[in-house]
């Protein structure tokens, strides 16, 4: 099930891409902080696990999703329930 959150996250951002010449995010940004959830927060989960979002990542923020740019070069494409307290600088 958390694939599938993932995956249908990449379909919108594929999607957004082929509707416009060149998508822009809302807002972007060195992240201070953040934390992704395991599930969104509108489940029905007793127990959610939460990881920060490294300090020194960068981040876009789209309708509904958000990429996290990783130091590493790798990217997490995440819906917008699944993170909270995400400030950007």
Known sequence: MKHMAYILALATSLLMAGCSDSPKP?????VVSGTVWQHSLHSAVS???GSNIPNDARADVFEGLIIIHLADGSRQIVPMDYVTNLKLK
């Open 26 to 30: 809302l807002d972007s940004g060195t």
């Open 47 to 49: 127990e959610n696990t």
